[in-house]
């Protein structure tokens, strides 16, 4: 069974600031998919960033990017140039199988000092 | 707006019950997910369905069930609650339900259910 695992239950970062959240995985399935998704305190689940395991190279969107590491099962965030609107809950997920349900991290919430 | 419609915003009842949450997809989109996301558990996912049909099963309780009907739209039917039960309900879909580059979740607002 997969599994996903976030080791940092709350970050703070300065606004303006870089920040990394961590995520490590488990999966026996060869080709995957991984993502991140933010939840603001809206509730909704807004999809950040993914990541295929068959590529090499890190996914990039504007300010975030991830440092995917496949031998490692290490999948982190990255955010450059923290903005206030960024404090929110983040979740780290990972394909459960072929049918492409995903598998969630408890989340890390992140705050944004001004 | 995510296009994934999900009824009712809120909903308290109590011990006992029976309540049914409704979904409706992004248009496009075949597959539906349904998760619960509680505060000791995170987002854990129940079930999902393909164009009508059961694909996975997840830590779906035997007092919950679901279905999708032929208009794609799902319902999520839980009976005989308890306080455990209260949550965040999300449905989530997506347009072909396999693992793909194009396979990608999007959320409902989530139902918020309250069990007294």
């Known amino acids: 069974a997969q599994t996903v695992t976030q080791s940092q239950p709350e970050m703070s970062v300065q606004e303006a600031e870089t920040v990394t959240l961590s995520c490590t995985y488990d999966?026996?399935?060869?080709?995957?998919?991984l993502f991140w998704y933010k939840q603001p305190p809206s509730r909704q689940m807004i999809l950040v960033i993914r990541?295929?395991?068959?590529?090499?190279q890190n996914a990039t969107e504007n300010r975030f990017s991830v440092n995917f590491q496949k031998a490692a099962k290490s999948f982190s965030l990255k955010i450059s140039d923290s903005q206030l609107g960024d404090a929110a809950m983040y979740f780290c997920?990972?394909?459960?199988?072929?049918?492409?349900?995903?598998?969630f991290g408890k989340g890390t919430k992140l705050s944004v000092k001004p | 707006d995510s296009g994934v419609t999900q009824t009712p915003k809120h909903l308290i009842t109590a011990t006992g019950q029976r309540v049914t949450l409704r979904c409706s997809p992004r248009?496009?989109?075949?597959?539906v997910y349904w998760y619960q996301q509680s505060l000791d558990q995170g987002l854990q996912f129940l079930i999902q369905?393909?164009?009508?049909?059961?694909?996975a099963k997840g830590n779906i309780l035997e007092r919950f069930s679901a279905q999708q009907f032929p208009d794609l739209h799902s319902e999520l039917n839980l009976s005989s609650l308890e306080l455990g039960d209260s949550a965040l309900y999300f449905c989530?879909?997506?347009?072909?339900?396999?693992?793909?580059?194009?396979?990608?979740?999007?959320f409902g607002a989530g139902s918020r259910l309250t069990v007294l």
């Open positions: 248009s496009g989109d075949l597959s």
């Open positions: 369905y393909y164009n009508g049909e059961e694909r």
């Open positions: 999966t026996s399935e060869s080709d995957y998919y």
């Open positions: 997920a990972c394909e459960g199988g072929s049918q492409g349900n995903l598998i």
């Open positions: 989530a879909s997506s347009e072909t339900g396999i693992s793909s580059g194009a396979n990608v979740l999007t």
């Open positions: 990541q295929e395991a068959y590529k090499q």
